[in-house]
């Protein structure tokens, strides 16, 4: 897709199609050029309601609001349904509500480039995709005059964003056979290759050498062999350092305490995390932005056998904790638990974020479309909250540790069970696990990110179409983004 900017007015642009977004109570008044004909259709300008004018080339959608995150999702919503049509290019103007305020403008490529998205590489007949131009106008709906400078760019990081998100959710929508840890290793290298990122990978005779017990003991009935992946963007002077780790089951069957079948279908989602990092690595890359950010994915694979790892077995993870495993299905914090060990041993971070699709309790607890973010103080889960819900078009919540939880983790035998006691609190509990791998330098600068839910989309909603979302890469772009500015925990006035 090509994005074009231009002062010209929309009239006088040349375009198959026209774009025109229904702002709540705009069809109250006279503003809405069609009204008449957009009544007749029995169009009323609801949130993500649409209606296509074929006689004289108008789209029109329905938005709630002309907030950032608003636009961004019904830009997804008319993007699917213009799918199947044959117009080639298309106008519309930015819909800016501040002058300087580019969110809104950010919002609306990034919606038509991730709403545009389909994951093909296995149909034979491939979608028809034919709009390629689209072309926004300056022409302001508010009437006041827009810098371009600062126009161009936001359409530059929503491309790069929008396509990152892309580029993870190819990742998670790969199947297993064709995905496992040593193709994601090799994608890592490529990717470094290409956004020139530093790339260091752990093979299994490394990773036994770090003495990550734990996830070597996930990994061992599994016929792939397990990676360490470590990618780093080391720009001069970085206002901060961050690492980010993410979760890379290429496949979670459970394991020995196997999953039920309807429970393992869609498990290829296990790779989310990891599949997180890579992308939120290209993007910050790209765009060259001056925070040291290091990613960490372990890849593994869950899988059953006469060498797999058993319920009642108990490992030692690479910081010496002991952990009695009591259900090997709740792999993902012992794979976390030493890639977070090897993170922390590696760097001395300013922020450290770990993304997971940990739980399936956390999409009990806060539902399909919300990340749960934990830590053990506010600093850092809000700086992940801030980022999400205003700014990125994700929503994230916070779920509080308690020691009360905290109980509910003792083993008898070794230093903590892999599972909580009770069947409650489980994302809570999954948290405050990995807090235990977490150091004292670390301790107030971690959250962790469970991303069950919103990883992987059942129905379509927003700009999220069916399949893998690429939740967190947006959130950690845009967290990244602004701990550049300075401006870390501060919520932007200008993005609600
Ligand atoms: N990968 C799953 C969590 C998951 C479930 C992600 C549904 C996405 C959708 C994780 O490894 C898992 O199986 N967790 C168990 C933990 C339990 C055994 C304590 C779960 O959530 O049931
Ligand atoms: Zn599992
Ligand atoms: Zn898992």
């Known amino acids: 897709m090509n994005f074009k900017l231009t002062e010209k007015k929309v009239s006088e642009i040349k375009s198959d199609l026209e774009i025109i977004i229904v ?35 108008r789209f029109y959608i329905g938005s709630d609001s002309i907030k950032s995150t608003d636009i961004r999702a019904i830009m997804g919503v008319a993007m ?7 117009f080639k290019s298309a106008k519309v ?27 093909d590489r296995y149909k034979s007949k491939k979608s028809t995709k034919n709009l390629i131009d689209i072309i926004i106008s300056m022409e302001e709906y508010h009437g006041f005059s827009l810098d371009k400078d600062s126009c161009q760019r936001a359409i530059d990081n929503a491309i790069i964003t ?16 064709d995905f496992y840890p040593k193709v994601m290793a090799k994608m890592a290298k490529k990717l470094s290759k290409k956004s020139s990122l530093e790339c260091k990978i752990l093979k299994k005779k490394d990773i036994e050498s770090e003495d990550m017990n734990a996830l070597l003991a996930v990994s061992r009935a599994s016929r792939h062999k397990p990676r360490v992946i470590h ?73 059953i056998g006469g060498d797999a790892y058993k319920p009642d077995d108990v490992l030692i993870a690479k910081n010496g904790k002991s952990i009695e495993v009591k259900n090997t299905d709740a792999e993902g914090r012992l794979v976390l638990a030493d890639v977070l060990c090897y993170a922390q041993q590696e760097v001395k971070a300013d922020y450290i974020f770990d993304m997971a699709t ?55 035998i070794a230093d903590m069970s ?60 845009k967290l990244i983004e602004k701990v550049s500015r300075g401006d870390g925990h501060i919520v932007e006035v200008c993005d609600s």
């Not at 107030?444 to 179409?465: K, Q, S, T, Y």
């Open 162 to 177: 929008a396509n990152a998100t892309n580029y993870t959710r190819d990742i998670v929508n790969t199947p297993p056979e």
């Open 358 to 412: 940990l739980t399936g309790a956390c999409v009990v607890g806060v539902g399909n479309y919300t990340i749960g973010v934990m830590g053990n103080t506010k600093m850092a889960s809000d700086m992940v909250v801030n980022a999400s819900n205003k700014i990125s078009g994700e929503m994230a919540t916070k779920l509080d540790f308690n020691r009360y939880l905290g109980r509910t983790i003792k083993s008898n």
């Open 231 to 303: 990618l780093a963007h080391k720009p001069e002077n970085p206002k901060a350092v961050i690492s980010i780790i993410g979760k890379g089951l290429t496949y979670d069957s459970g394991g020995l305490s196997l999953k039920p079948a309807d429970f393992m279908v869609n498990m290829k989602l296990d790779k989310s995390g990891g599949s997180a990092v890579m992308g939120i690595m290209k993007a910050i890359s790209e765009m060259n932005i001056s925070v040291e950010v290091h990613g960490f994915i372990g890849a593994v694979e869950n899988m």
């Open 80 to 86: 699917r349904s213009l799918q199947g049509t044959t």
């Open 418 to 477: 892999n599972i909580s006691n009770t069947r409650y609190g489980g994302a809570v509990t999954a948290g405050m696990f990995l807090s235990n791998f977490i150091d004292e330098h670390h301790e107030d600068r971690w959250a962790h990110l469970d991303i069950a839910g919103p990883a992987f989309v059942e129905h379509a909603w927003g700009e999220n179409p069916e399949g893998a979302s690429g939740s967190g890469v947006r959130t950690m772009i």
């Open 23 to 57: 702002i709540k109570g705009d069809l109250d008044h006279n503003s809405v050029k069609d009204k008449d004909s957009l009544i007749k259709a029995g169009f009323s300008g609801e949130h993500e309601e649409s209606c296509l004018l074929i006689e004289n080339n």
């Open 93 to 119: 103007l930015t819909y800016m509500s501040h002058p300087k305020c580019t969110a809104v403008l950010r919002g609306m490529v990034e919606g038509i480039i991730l709403g545009n998205y389909t994951f």
